[in-house]
């Protein structure tokens, strides 16, 4: 059976949600015309045996096949990637599960594409001039393996990627600017056991991330790019947090 669904930008929902409910204190901080927020539509379909994703002019594809492997009853070993009348394939090193979500950098020139795997997930960005892709997980400086990639999106402007990873018991938020491949940490006063969202602000000066620390307790936090310091803006529950991560 085929579905089709419209992926709605994550900022805008983030942004949103951040000033409904409880959260509205939140608006003191900061309010949803403040959050970048991307124009393109993102549409997903997915059948038995097929997902396809199209922004724009782009359609990204994959073909599911019968999988041998635990936890996984099917499993993705390449991507498709067309953009216009040039495509080409992304072979998996790995097999993965399915394709969570994918984003456009601004510019046009880059694809993020986070895909499913039996444990945790990997974010991949592809090149589209070049028909080459990284790994996050990989290259991202950790003191251990990176299991998972929570949350991400690209900045307003260019190709600077930011991005929450880590694994079950540590989370940590980077930005990555692909043009220059390099790498900006952003500074933790604890030790963050998760993370659910993070957001641009509308200048691109700015990201906005909310993280658990202690274990249920959810913070919506701001990152400066001018001064490198972290702000803590609120606290969130735990029932806000979990809306705002199924909406992604």
Not at 17 to 34: E, I, W
Not at 116 to 135: C, F, M, P, W
Request: glycine share 4%; with cysteine; proline share 2%.
């Amino acid at each position: 059976m085929k579905k089709s669904i419209v992926v709605t930008c994550a900022s805008v929902l983030l942004a949103t949600s951040v000033l409904s409910g409880n959260v509205a204190a939140a608006a003191q901080a900061t309010s949803a015309s403040s959050y970048f927020t991307s124009n393109v539509q993102t549409y997903k379909q997915e059948s038995n045996n097929k997902i396809v994703f199209q922004q724009g002019q782009l359609t990204i594809s994959a073909t599911k096949q019968a999988s041998t492997e635990p936890g996984m009853s099917t499993s993705i070993q390449s991507i498709h990637i067309d953009r216009g009348s040039a495509g080409f394939a992304v072979e998996l090193k790995e097999r993965a599960a399915t394709i969570q979500s994918i984003a456009v950098s601004s510019d046009q020139s880059y694809v993020a594409i986070q895909v499913e795997k039996e444990a945790g997930s990997e974010l991949l960005v592809v090149d589209l001039n070049e028909q080459t892709y990284k790994i996050m997980n990989q290259i991202v400086k950790n003191a251990a393996s990176v299991e998972t990639v929570w949350a991400y999106q690209w900045s307003p402007v260019g190709n600077t990627l930011a991005f929450a990873y880590g694994n079950t018991s540590l989370s940590r938020v980077a930005l990555y600017n692909v043009s220059t491949g390099m790498f900006t940490y952003v500074p933790r006063e604890t030790n963050t056991i998760s993370t659910a969202a993070v957001l641009w602000n509308a200048k691109g000066s700015g990201v906005d991330f909310v993280s658990e620390y202690p274990s249920d307790h959810y913070r919506l936090y701001r990152y400066t790019l001018h001064t490198k310091k972290v702000k803590l803006l609120q606290s969130l529950t735990r029932s806000e947090v979990a809306q705002l991560a199924k909406l992604q």
